[in-house]
């Protein structure tokens, strides 16, 4: 889906997510507008993305 370069700086901010996430002791973030779809999936689309403190992050698209 990405290319290496790409994963490579994605997993990069998802564990700067998870370490705010670990900082305020939150179980997850869900993200809904666009710039911040941008930062977390390096895509817009019409969706929604859920970043766990654990684990892949899950990419949700409303058709």
Known sequence: ???????NELERRWSSVREELARQQADALLVTTNVNLYYVSGRVFAGMAYIPNEGEPLFFVRR
């Open 1 to 7: 889906m990405y290319d290496i370069e790409l994963k």
